[in-house]
């Protein structure tokens, strides 16, 4: 047996010596330089040659080893350890070959900290084996009990033992392919901190361990332990790869509970190879992993015949005998595949017991794991089965299938009954939102609709909030819009009722003159209502607050809404909700816009006003005639809606007809206010008018409703329509509008309507403010007649009190207005146009009803100023202007006899909110003032007569109000006039008039009292 093995040792130099020698060989062929030019050298002949050489001397190192593993390895002597020293290689392998096999506690997600240090340390322990503590940890978790290498045994014992224990090739051979490839570390590998937890895999598990050590003869040294060669690098045939993976998976189920130990012979080239050092335990990996010698084993498949499997089987009992060491786990496995097999009714399956096995060793079946896929991979016939299990139905056909369908079906019906119940449970929590949510909207609209009482004996809070709520192309188009929100600063005189406090939402910023100015005109209020000058100022200044939203700093150029840029202030809110604590407040804007519910529901308060989309509704010219219309109020012949050109066209030609009288025909846009949107075409121009009158004359006026006779002068009117609105169509309004066409343009975008204008040379128009409140109640706040432009539609002031309209006829049509109104929820101010005029003929007056603005207008604000300096009253059903008595005390005894009371007077009033001129922007209010004042323009406390200014802004300076008042309508009319004639003359020079409005005003009211001159001069002849 020695002389066999010293045989070995020789074979083995020789063939590891000519391996090298080649490997030599061939790394000294490529640095082979070709020193002179022309001369070749065919290196790849060479280098093909030395490869199959070397593959040749591999086959037969192979061979070498089978023959080599087969023998029987025997143990050194003990007695002769002294003499036969081992030295162990050093060997660290890279850390790339270090397998990831932490066993399963330290593979536990979630795992404590103290868990983590403690595996950590453990670790550290492992990969250090010169540690006294690594032995017994290796033992302690994965059994493996280690030669203790520090010990040196003094004392010989027994002789030579024979270990006759079974081989297992990949637990005491070292590799073929290591051994024929002698691969061995870097010198990078060999540097690593292989012992960093951090930096390396967890240590391998027992079954995937393998003590390799060799013995070293006398006459030689400790042969190196070669390095692992990765399997993506093996240069073996796939065959035998792959019996070689197979190899490897049986080792571990076959493998004895003693490690055996193979000394394999030595050589001088493995001992000029490898490095010295203590033996380590080398892990097995998929990655890294030593090729196993292809192992012979016996293949035991065995069949599953209707889910039953035949104990005394042949092939089950082999295969029951070749792993009767791992039988425990393949019996679990066996069970629930024979069970699988029962419930679907299979009547034959063959199980590969190689499957099996590796399925068992990969651990899918461990703890009841693995699916049906997993079992059924470990069949021959897995395709087959699993068609069979596919089959509709299948489960139901095996062991227990009537229970099964049984359950299956009733899991159904509580499926359905459950899913039924859900569904029902989701409608009807959604309709429970959505009524909740509607609701809510409900409550919170009427809370916002809710005005308190007037008469409330606490404090009531009015914000009254200059917002224009107009679409953005109208704000857009519109020059200085915030000034434009600022012309009804006459709303802070509301305070003249004791009840009322009011908070004033600016849309820009007052200077210190303005709110000076403010300060003392309210404060006059005592001084008014007792006629003396040295009363002591009122209280009346402190209930009023002026506040102007942060927001307008950040969006200077946007021409937002006062309430939208109150939304984005949220310092002005929380300033307004100190302010009105513990009161009843309510908020009164302008124009209604969206952010106007925005903000009150901010601060929650109610709105006096309707709802934004209902006065969008009904805010427009169309749909203040359906109005006008389901009132019984008279309204211009024509017709509203108007969306196309050829209904435009239509309807203008049926209107010309009918009304052969009107000389002057209005194109009205929906949604514009002022003269922006109106324009005008008169009818004189046709050349077949008088043919068409002669028509109408000859048929009467019974006749001529009649289709037939209507019909050649209408088809006449459809066929000069066309040219004659491109012709003689007209616009008031230049600035927004330049031409026929663009106005034409954005009517049939936005609709409107025709109607005529009053036939007549001599036409009024008037203006009413009422009061709509959320209980039905209609109230007439104010009413004047209308001071225009010469020639235009554009309203600038107005006389007060209106002196055209019979009262009677006026309350009657502001009340059924009011109430059609109220019928449609439209609420809080609203604002009626009518125009009055002699009808031709009949010498009968005629009031038509022309337009309706839902909001707070300027005339109302200026009307509220009027009132607080006069103390008066101004009663629309008698058309009178009411002043108090005056309270005259006698100069010589006013301290002894009793005050003297006069008796009630009268006053008119004229006054406008929109006057304009570009030079007031060069004097300053208190230069303004002094100029006023030596011309005699003030306001008279004692006789509650004279002029009061409203003033607007503080930077520009080139808009005010005025308002006059003078105990007769002449006479307020004439001082107005003057006044702006003063304030011309003073502000321009002949070669610097600027822009201004105040010229045209003086004409028209020149005009007026021209009229109202003639009316005097008739009423007196009477």
Request: proline letters at 6%.
């Amino acid at each position: 047996m020695a002389d066999t093995v010293q045989t070995g040792d020789e074979v083995g130099r020789i063939l590891v010596q000519v391996q090298n020698d080649l490997s030599q060989l061939k790394k000294s062929l490529s640095r082979v330089i070709i020193s002179e030019p022309g001369e070749t050298l065919d290196i790849q002949v060479l280098d093909a040659a030395i490869s199959r050489t070397e593959i040749g001397i591999k086959k037969h190192a192979e061979e070498y080893l089978k023959t080599v593993n087969k023998q029987v390895s025997t143990l050194p002597i003990i007695e002769d350890n002294k003499k036969k020293t081992r030295k162990i290689a050093k060997w660290q392998p890279s850390p790339e070959s270090i397998p990831n096999l932490l066993p399963r506690k330290y593979m536990i997600v979630g795992a404590s900290p103290g868990e983590k240090h403690k595996a950590a340390f453990a670790m550290r322990l492992l990969y250090n084996p010169s540690h006294p503590k690594n032995r017994e940890l290796i033992h302690q978790n994965y059994g493996i009990q280690l030669p203790d290498l520090q010990k040196k045994t003094g004392s010989n014992v027994g002789a030579k033992k024979v270990d006759t224990s079974p081989k297992v090739g990949s637990s005491a051979v070292v590799p073929a392919e290591v051994r024929n490839n002698n691969l061995h570390l870097c010198p990078n590998d060999m540097k690593a901190d292989i012992a960093s937890p951090e930096k390396q895999d967890p240590p391998p598990s027992a079954a995937d361990l393998c003590l390799q050590t060799f013995v070293k003869p006398k006459d030689s040294s400790l042969s190196k332990i070669g390095m692992f060669e990765r399997a993506g690098k093996r240069q073996t045939d796939v065959n035998q790869s792959k019996d070689i993976v197979q190899a490897h998976r049986i080792s571990h189920l076959h493998r004895p509970p003693t490690w055996t130990i193979t000394t394999p012979p030595p050589t001088a080239a493995s001992n000029s190879k490898l490095p010295q050092g203590p033996a380590r335990l080398s892990p097995l990996s998929p990655q890294c992993a030593p090729a196993l010698p292809p192992v012979s084993i016996s293949k035991h498949c065995f069949s599953i015949v209707d889910g039953r499997i035949d104990p005394c089987c042949t092939e089950f009992c082999a295969f029951k005998k070749q792993y009767c060491l791992c039988w425990g786990p393949l019996m679990e496995a066996l069970w629930r595949l024979e069970q699988l097999m029962q419930e679907y009714a299979v009547p034959h399956a063959r199980v590969c017991d190689q499957r099996l096995v590796a399925l068992m060793q990969t651990g899918e079946l461990d703890w009841g794991g693995g699916g049906v896929g997993h079992l059924l991979s470990v069949l021959e016939n897995q395709e087959e089965v699993w068609e069979l299990m596919r089959r509709p139905g299948q489960r139901y056909r095996g062991e227990g299938g009537r229970q099964a369908a049984a359950e299956r079906i009733q899991a159904s019906w509580r499926c359905h009954q459950a899913r039924t119940a859900y569904l029902r449970q989701q409608r009807r929590k959604w309709a429970a939102e959505t009524i909740a949510i509607s609701w809510l909207l409900h409550a919170q609209v009427g809370r916002v609709r809710k005005k308190p009482a007037g008469d409330s004996p606490s404090p009531t809070g009015e914000l009254p909030q200059q917002g224009r709520g107009y679409s953005e192309q109208q704000r857009r188009s519109l020059t200085g819009f915030d000034i434009l929100q600022n012309t009804q600063m006459g709303r802070l005189c509301d305070i003249r009722d004791e009840n009322i406090e009011v908070i004033y939402v600016c849309p820009v910023r007052l200077g210190e003159d303005l709110l000076h100015y403010y300060t003392q005109l309210l404060g006059l209020q005592g001084a008014v209502e007792t006629g003396d000058l040295s009363a002591v100022p009122a209280s009346s200044a402190k209930r009023f607050t002026i506040l102007t939203p942060e927001a307008y700093q950040h969006f200077p150029n946007h021409n937002m809404c006062v309430s939208t840029l109150l939304k984005y202030s949220p310092r002005t809110l929380r300033r307004i909700k100190d302010l009105i604590q513990g009161k009843h407040a309510y908020i009164v804007s302008g124009v209604p816009h969206m952010d106007d519910l925005a903000v009150a529901d901010e601060l929650g308060v109610p709105v006096l006003g309707p709802e934004p989309a209902v006065a969008q509704l009904y805010g427009t010219k169309s749909g203040a005639r359906r109005i006008f219309t389901s009132a019984g109020v008279s309204v211009p012949p024509g017709h509203g809606d108007i969306y196309t050109l050829q209904q435009l066209y239509e309807c203008l030609a049926q209107l010309m007809t009918d009304h052969l009288e009107v000389q002057r025909w209005l194109f009205k846009m929906d949604g514009e206010f002022g003269s922006r949107g109106t324009a005008y075409c008169d009818v004189s121009h046709l050349s077949f008018r008088s043919w068409a009158l002669q028509k109408y004359r000859r048929h009467g006026p019974q006749l001529w409703r009649m289709a037939w006779a209507q019909e050649p002068v209408l088809i006449k009117f459809q066929e000069e329509v066309p040219a004659l609105l491109a012709s003689h169509a007209k616009l008031f309004n230049t600035s927004c509008y330049p031409s026929w066409i663009s106005f034409l343009e954005h009517f049939l975008k936005e609709g409107g309507t025709v109607e005529a204008y009053p036939p007549s040379d001599s036409v009024t128009c008037l203006t009413v403010d009422l009061l709509v409140e959320p209980g039905g109640e209609v109230h007439m706040l104010s009413c004047g007649d209308q001071l225009h432009e010469p020639g235009s539609m554009q309203v600038v002031g107005c006389s007060m009190p209106q002196t055209s309209i019979c009262q009677h006829t006026l309350h009657s049509i502001c009340m059924r207005v009011g109430q059609a109104c109220h019928q449609r929820h439209i609420l809080g101010h609203l604002s009626l146009d009518l125009v009055t005029f002699l009808e031709l003929g009949t010498l009968e007056q005629q009031v038509w009803a022309v337009d309706l603005d839902i909001g707070y207008s300027n005339q109302l604000a200026m009307t509220q100023m009027m009132l607080f300096m006069t103390s008066g009253t101004l009663n629309c059903r008698t058309g009178c202007l009411e002043v108090p008595p005056l309270v005259i005390n006698s100069k010589a005894s006013a301290r002894h006899k009793a005050p003297k009371a006069l008796s009630v007077t009268s006053r008119f009033a004229v006054m406008s909110s929109k006057l304009f001129h570009t030079n007031l922007s060069m004097v300053h209010y208190s230069v303004f003032f002094q100029m006023c004042k030596a011309h005699r323009i003030g306001f008279d406390i004692k006789e509650r007569q004279g002029s009061v200014f409203a003033l607007h802004d503080s930077t520009e300076r080139k808009s005010l109000g005025l308002v006059t008042i003078s105990p007769d309508l002449k006479g307020a009319l004439l001082t107005f006039a003057h006044n702006l004639s003063i304030i011309h003359q003073e502000i321009s020079a002949p070669n610097l008039q600027g822009k201004t409005n105040f010229k045209k005003l003086i004409k028209n009211i020149e005009e007026v009292v021209g009229v109202t001159i003639q009316n005097a001069e008739i009423e007196k002849s009477a």
